[in-house]
């Protein structure tokens, strides 16, 4: 009976692991009480959009930090009302490697975006949306502490092709390729950029701006 007891236990720990944090919903709440204009660019993701200095690094008050650390492209679906009721001239999405670090399949990820796109384009359809690629991750020689992501390579790769054929053919969307400028030449995030392997460092940042400045300018 006590071990029974003890596996209950670990199962609920390691689902509480995955389950959707205080955090999450705090930004949610937070984000729901701050208007999205027409003339906003949006940035829509996970921590690595969350951790981002948009508005300083474009020198842009017009754009808006939607990011939530831990998120998931399912849990994204729920959050979008305030944003689509604003209609912002521009969105920079990018979600995806949580999902794959929870097991959740690369098919699967693909069609909740899918479903994010659907949205906008129905509801708020002169929103310009740019899908950007999920970044490369680096299990050698980090901290290595997100192992459930770094093991992702690729997933991630087979998700991008999947969330690029999506975008094709769609008006007012585009598909970003930002992983080609992260990438070492073993298919790694450069180390260069990351001090955990999945999260970016300063120069990294850097590097993401450039690739999509001409978008958001």
């Known amino acids: 009976m006590k071990k029974i007891i003890l596996l209950a236990a670990a199962l609920l720990c390691a689902a509480a692991s995955f389950a959707q944090s205080e955090y999450n919903y705090q930004r949610r709440s937070l984000f729901e009480q701050l208007p999205i204009r027409g003339n906003d660019i949006v940035f829509l993701g996970n921590s690595i959009t969350d951790y981002g200095e948009w508005q300083e690094l474009f020198n842009n008050r017009h754009i808006k930090n939607r ?24 969105l920079f999405l990018m979600i995806g490697t949580n999902d794959l670090a929870a097991g959740i399949s690369p098919g699967e990820v693909a069609r909740n975006i899918e479903k994010i796109l659907d949205r906008f384009q129905e509801e708020s359809p002169w929103t ?3 899908v950007q690629s999920i970044f490369p991750v680096n299990g050698v020689d980090t901290k290595a502490k997100s192992r459930n992501h770094w093991k ?10 999947l969330i ?7 008006k007012n969307v585009l598909y970003i390729d930002v992983y080609s400028a992260l990438v070492d030449e073993k298919g790694m995030l ?3 950029y990351t001090n955990d392997g999945l999260h970016l460092m300063g120069e990294g940042y850097l590097v993401w701006k450039g690739v999509i400045e001409k978008y958001v300018k």
């Open 128 to 130: 310009k949306i740019y």
């Open 164 to 170: 690029e054929a999506l975008c094709e053919g769609r």
């Open 67 to 90: 990011g939530i650390s831990g998120d998931r492209s399912g849990w994204m679906l729920d959050r979008l009302d305030p944003i689509i009721e604003g209609h912002p001239k521009k």
């Open 152 to 161: 992702k390579g690729a997933e991630i790769i087979k998700t991008n092709k």
């Open 190 to 192: 450069d180390k260069r």
